[in-house]
């Protein structure tokens, strides 16, 4: 097991590009998510997969952003016209279980810091 | 939105002294977590609680879920300078995320 692995660990970027960011969770975990956090925030919730279905999205996801889980294993988020305020920490998290999933943990990884200039 | 509340936002210590952190809600949740996240990393889970009353001890930290399982309350016992991180509460109802809470930044000082 070696944990949830996020791919880059920095990513500088001008504006108005286009930005791609890989999770890979642990293998046996079935539920995938997507967080963003900024500089003295808590983690703010994107979107949830469970295998590869996306079954939630927050509202902070504009049409800009777009998140894909195409085997039900890596995930995928990009980030279309990268603006300043995307600038942020993208933090991946995976679980399992069949129940509720507030009952279960989450793996975080290490993120992905996000710098638009 | 946030939903959760925590305090104090910021904290400063010397080793060797307890303190408490607060998380509150005004809504009910199902279960509430507690992670520590250090600079440039992930958040660490450190407990879940899902009974109302709860009460769990890791070490030196003791977690108590609110009766109406509202709250939370994470306290250190002889905080040591490895305490030292952003303590994140996060509570989850029916659905399918966690709402984090604003987090309290610890420093424990040798």
Same mark, same amino acid.
């Given at each position: 097991?070696?944990? #949830?692995?996020?791919?880059?660990?920095?990513?500088?970027?001008?504006?108005?590009?286009?930005?791609?960011?890989?999770?890979? =969770?642990?293998?046996?975990?079935?539920? $995938?998510?997507?967080?963003?956090?900024?500089?003295?925030?808590?983690?703010?919730? &994107?979107?949830?997969?469970?295998?590869?279905?996306? &079954?939630?999205?927050?509202?902070?996801?504009? *049409?800009?952003?777009?998140?894909?889980? =195409?085997?039900?294993?890596?995930?995928?988020?990009?980030?279309?016209?990268?603006?300043?305020?995307?600038?942020?920490?993208?933090?991946?998290?995976?679980?399992?279980?069949?129940?509720?999933?507030?009952?279960?943990?989450?793996?975080?990884?290490?993120?992905?810091? &996000?710098?638009? #200039? | 939105? +946030?939903?959760?509340?925590?305090?104090?936002?910021?904290?400063?210590?010397?080793?060797?002294?307890? $303190?408490?952190?607060?998380?509150?809600?005004?809504?009910?949740?199902?279960? %509430? +977590?507690?992670?520590?996240?250090? =600079?440039?990393?992930?958040?660490?889970?450190?407990?879940?609680?899902?009974?109302?009353?709860?009460?769990?001890? $890791?070490?030196?930290?003791?977690?108590?879920?609110? *009766?109406?399982?509202?709250?939370?309350?994470?306290?250190?016992?002889?905080?040591?300078?490895? *305490?030292?991180? &952003?303590? %994140?509460?996060?509570?989850?109802?029916?659905?399918?995320?966690?709402?984090?809470?604003?987090?309290?930044?610890?420093?424990?000082?040798?």
């Amino acid at each position: 097991d070696t944990g #949830v692995s996020q791919n880059p660990r920095h990513k500088i970027t001008k504006r108005g590009q286009n930005v791609t960011f890989r999770c890979d =969770p642990i293998s046996e975990h079935n539920r $995938l998510y997507w967080y963003r956090q900024t500089l003295g925030q808590g983690p703010e919730f &994107l979107t949830y997969f469970q295998n590869e279905a996306q &079954l939630e999205k927050s509202r902070l996801l504009s *049409d800009r952003f777009s998140a894909e889980r =195409p085997k039900g294993s890596f995930s995928t988020l990009e980030i279309q016209r990268t603006e300043q305020g995307d600038s942020a920490m993208y933090l991946c998290a995976s679980n399992t279980g069949t129940g509720a999933p507030g009952r279960y943990g989450y793996t975080f990884g290490s993120g992905t810091r &996000l710098t638009v #200039v | 939105t +946030q939903l959760l509340e925590q305090s104090p936002q910021f904290l400063s210590i010397q080793e060797g002294e307890n $303190l408490t952190v607060y998380c509150n809600s005004s809504s009910v949740f199902s279960s %509430l +977590q507690w992670y520590r996240q250090e =600079p440039g990393e992930g958040p660490v889970l450190l407990v879940t609680v899902v009974t109302g009353g709860e009460v769990k001890k $890791l070490k030196r930290l003791t977690f108590q879920f609110g *009766d109406a399982r509202k709250d939370s309350s994470l306290h250190i016992t002889a905080a040591q300078p490895g *305490d030292t991180g &952003l303590y %994140l509460c996060a509570g989850s109802n029916t659905g399918n995320q966690f709402y984090f809470g604003t987090g309290t930044s610890l420093t424990v000082i040798p």
